[in-house]
Each structure stands twice: as C-alpha cells, then as structure tokens.
C-alpha cells in the first residue's frame, strides 16, 4: 500500500519539521497521523499478501 506510505511519510516530515519551529503540539498532532497511516499501510500490505497467497494456493490445488 504505497501510496498510503507516501502520505505517511510527508506527514511525519511535517512533524519533524512543526517540531524544529517549536510548535510540539502540532508535532505531535501530525505525528500521531503519519503513525496511525503506518500502521494502516502495514495491516494493509500484510493482508494484501494473505489473500494473494490463499487465492494463488486456491487457483494451484
């Protein structure tokens, strides 16, 4: 799930950037964004892969 990676990314390089203005409440208001679309893109990848697997293992049975 790349593109969610992409927004992930930018939102954390937000962060870091909100962070060395001094503003450490938006810091980690879009740091909690970039982490929650981390963890989206990765349960997202992850079961991306299960269901190929089970749809390769049910086409080869």
Known sequence: M????????AYAVMSRNSLQQGDVDGAQR??????LLSIVALVGGV????ASCVINLGVYK
Do not use: D, M
């Not at 790349?2 to 990314?9: K, M, T, Y």
């Not at 879009?30 to 982490?35: D, N």
């Not at 079961?47 to 299960?50: G, R, S």
């Open 47 to 50: 079961l991306i892969i299960i």
């Open 30 to 35: 879009l740091g909690r964004v970039a982490k």
């Open 2 to 9: 790349w593109p969610v990676n992409i927004v992930a990314f």
